[in-house]
């Protein structure tokens, strides 16, 4: 679909599929629309199409899209015809569904989209709900062999967890979406918890043991084996660079294994050259990606305290000169995650440009607090042109905070 007409049928389209509401990615936490009743009835309505293929399931506060991409990336190396879904997009919507990395089809995108509105006031489904079935359609369409689903918000009610997997797995839980998920972790780990099915396998890959405790349990119950991520024995390496990716490495393997258990053929060397093109094979973007090596310049989609902790003390291991770009949405815990900035660094605050987008001016007696290096700019755009002409040799610059942060820059940025 590249005919003029067509990318505006298209655009057309998709700029109705996200006025839906509720849409969490425009509006944020009011829009969080849990239950199985509309995604049951919108799968019904297309004839059931997620039981057409052979899935995985993978929930966790971090790492969840990573930990999917190399899971398809192996697949895809052993020869399968693999479909993804994740959330959200950086730049386009189709980067949400693909099939062996090549984002869906914009004609059947745009068709869905209108058969959809076509429906769309007999139900009320929120945009997720909408997306959701698309990805199965578009999967049974493309007749994939296996699909590797990654959850929204949480998993015993999302969308997604109308499936029944060939395999589990939770990365890891932690404090994020507290006002949805719980404000404990026993509480959001219980939530993450609800994808387990009986009889299927879960891959667990956190340490934490108030989260182990309630993951077994719930596995306990349903007679679904609990399998370790984190004793898996590896050296193994990815292309996705972060050092938190180690983590993320373990649980793909693990949910592998179990696939490979299950008749899927998937040898070592699949494995080892599948999570070194993790990007090539599913297009993956924003997790530690080096935009540019001279001068260095990194971005990254962490937007929590957990997952920015990480990076953080990445990016000070350096030992450079650090400059960075960052901007946050409106129901992120800025207060902690400002109190974990690097001190030494520059920073270039802007508000992404979404509904949702916080303006820096209401946390600066925070950076003031801290006592920050900073400016405010009315973009991600101009910040980063800012940063980047006070930026020397040896100095590193990094862009984030957000996944819109990181998509805004890249939509900029990225050679057309």
Known sequence: MEDTRDLFRYKQAVDWLF?????????????????LENISALCAHFGNPQLAFPTVHIAGTNGKGSTSSMVASML?????????????????????????????????????????????????????????VMAFAYFKH??????????GLGGRLDAT???????????????????????????????????????????????????????QKRASMLNARFVDATSVSTTMQSDLEGKYQQKNIKV?????????????????????????TVSASTGLMGRWQIFSTDP?????????????NYVFRQLQALERPLHLVLGFVKDKDVQEIISLLPKEAHYYFAAPSVARGRD????????????????????????????????????VLFIGGSNFVVGEFLEKNLEK
């Not at 109308?162 to 972790?185: E, M, Q």
């Not at 260095?296 to 920015?308: K, S």
């Open 142 to 151: 493309s007749k994939v062999d296996i699909a590797v689903i990654e959850t």
């Open 296 to 308: 260095l310049i990194i971005c990254d989609t962490a937007h929590n305290p957990a997952g920015l």
């Open 76 to 132: 895809q190396r052993a020869g399968y015809k693999v479909g993804l879904y994740t959330s959200p997009h950086l730049i386009d919507f189709t980067e949400r569904i693909k099939v062996n990395g090549a984002p869906a089809d914009k004609e059947f995108v745009t068709d869905f989209i209108e058969q959809l509105q076509a429906i769309a006031g007999r139900v009320s489904p929120s945009f997720f709900e909408f997306t959701t």
């Open 19 to 35: 006025a839906q509401i509720p849409n969490y990615q425009q509006q944020g936490a009011s829009a969080y629309k849990p239950g």
């Open 360 to 395: 820096p001016k209401t946390y600066e007696e925070l950076l003031k607090k801290e006592d920050l290096r900073y400016n405010f700019f009315p973009s991600i755009q101009q910040a980063y042109l800012s940063a980047l002409k006070r930026l020397k040799k040896s100095d």
């Open 161 to 215: 967890n109308i499936i029944t997997p060939l395999v589990g797995a939770i990365t890891n839980v932690d404090f994020d979406h507290t006002d949805l998920l719980g404000s404990t972790l026993e509480e959001i780990a219980t939530e993450k918890a609800g994808i387990i099915k009986p009889d299927v396998p879960i891959v667990c890959g956190d340490e934490n043991p108030i989260v182990r405790e309630v993951i």
């Open 252 to 276: 793909a393997i693990a949910i592998v294994e179990q696939l490979t258990g299950l008749g899927f053929e998937v040898s070592t060397e699949d494995q080892k050259e599948g999570l070194l």
